[in-house]
């Protein structure tokens, strides 16, 4: 069974940084591509960015430059790195995973969520 476990979030001012943790059991991780998504109140939930087996990472318009994903391979987890956070970026952040012929949306897991706040 896929799990996936995310850890980090919380409040912050704009400006600030935030990290947040994702961790994947030993097949998902090195066998799945990984990602970021996030959804704000009254929205759709967006990607953010994602990762695959290979580590080659990529990234939607409106964090690149501020979100690095990363990984760590003893630990079996996935970073997002958040910077210079805004306003606009408050949202309930998930991971997830799916092979590599899989939709998100349709055939991925997810992680339980985390929220992120940032205030002006």
């Known amino acids: 069974q896929v799990q996936l476990v995310q850890s980090g979030g919380g409040s912050v001012q704009a400006g600030g940084s935030l990290k947040l943790s994702c961790a994947a059991s030993e097949y998902i991780y090195s066998n799945y591509y990984l990602g970021w998504f996030r959804q704000a109140p009254g929205k759709e939930r967006e990607a953010l960015a994602a990762?695959?087996?290979?580590?080659?990472?990529s990234y939607v318009g409106s964090v690149k430059g501020r979100f690095t994903i990363s990984r760590d391979n003893a630990r079996n987890t996935v970073y997002l790195e958040m910077n210079n956070l805004k306003p606009e970026d408050t949202a309930t952040y998930y991971c997830a995973a799916k092979d590599r012929d899989a939709d998100w949306y349709r055939g991925g897991s997810w992680g339980q969520g985390t929220q992120v706040n940032v205030s002006s």
């Open positions: 990762i695959d087996p290979d580590g080659i990472t």
